[in-house]
């Protein structure tokens, strides 16, 4: 059998699929014809293996509780050795629905209410969700962006200033970052962690998107320095490299012992045990048989981020497109139309008619900013383009 689901041109009509990308615009405050380009799914089929695969077990038709077995463990190691030169140990994995259910079980398992967490904003929204929803006190050590190359850096100085003053013994990575899109050098990596170490500072560290990589190479933090692993979750997951979100698995590992045992205390503790037996049958087959499609659209995805970066220039230049070294999220700097946020929100929902992540949820520094999900087909990613395009012209002549 070859891979099928290769034609990523093609236009998949997603409404009237329960899809909440597009079928809950209006229950979420936004009017029903506009274009998302927002949330991180893609709009492409997923590997045929994977399709195959769940068609399998629904003609089986008993859907009872399902474990994985040696050989689910066995693609996933091999998917993080080839791709990613780590080679984990059957002991240390657990499997959640989910990296940001995993959040919520470290700050539980890490921290005592009230304490703080530390993150790098702007970041991944649900991050600051999970920790206040939880009771706990979110610290920041806001990224930096260098106005003249547009690129975030890290304030280790800030960094280390904010554990020590605010006692914090846990600290979210993103790595690859979203939204920013940097992808942190072996380096920055090691800075991070000699101060987490120097602090007793448990990572959490979010590796989501590693499988989309355009500059550099991305390093498994715990790998960074033979001392990180002891003090170390890495978070990892099909979903975002397949398609596969709403299926809700990913593989948290732990190699420490201590650390793995306090992990899973708090994550019993939440009641859940077996994952959706269909994520688990995805899984497997996205890591044993879907190599080919992913390779194929990792080269369509860094094709659309070539053509939006030339398209921002040549007839958007009030805007500035953030470079992504890894993920498939643009985020583009807005704040040369000097438009205030509701003025920047009319524009874009209301004239450009897009649905897109507006910065301000990623933290106060992602004011001015919006998060563009470029994982759709070309003509699609046209038109939203084209229909900001007319929108800031508009603009342009007062008429906003």
Known sequence: MSERNLDFDAVIDRRGTKCLKYDFAVQRGRPADVLPLWVADMDFKTSSYIEDALIRQAQHAIYGYTESDDAYFDAVQHWMLTRHGWQV????????????????????????PGEAVLIQQPVYYPFSEVILDNG???????????????????????????????????????????????????EELQQLGRICRRHGVIVFSDEIHADFVWQGQHQVFATVDPDFAAFTITATSPSKTFNIAGLQVSNIFIPDAALRQQFR?????????????????????????????????????????AYMREFVADRLPELRMIEPEGTYLVW???????????????????????????????????????????????????????QLEVAVEACRKGNL
């Open 89 to 112: 140990e059957p002991a240390w994995l657990q499997k959640t629905p989910g990296i940001v259910f995993a959040i919520a079980v470290v700050v539980r398992a890490c921290t005592m």
């Open 136 to 186: 706990r006190r979110l610290v920041s050590s806001d990224l930096v962006l260098d106005e003249k190359t547009g690129r975030y850096q890290i304030d280790f100085a800030d960094f280390e200033k904010k554990i020590i003053e605010n006692k914090v013994r846990l600290f979210l990575l993103c790595s690859p970052h979203n939204p920013v899109g940097r992808v942190w050098s072996r």
């Open 265 to 305: 205390r708090a994550y019993n503790a939440s009641g859940y045990s077996q994952l959706n037996a269909a994520g688990l049958i995805a899984a497997d087959a996205a890591y044993r048989d879907g190599g080919v499609w992913y390779d194929a659209v990792k080269a369509y995805l860094k094709d659309n981020i």
């Open 332 to 386: 583009v700097d807005f704040r040369g139309l000097a438009l205030d946020a509701a003025a920047l929100e009319e524009l874009i929902l209301n004239k450009a008619k897009l649905w897109l992540d507006s910065g301000a949820i990623f933290g106060e520094v992602g004011q001015g900013f919006q998060r563009f999900n470029i994982a759709c087909p070309r003509a699609t990613l046209t038109k939203a383009l084209t």
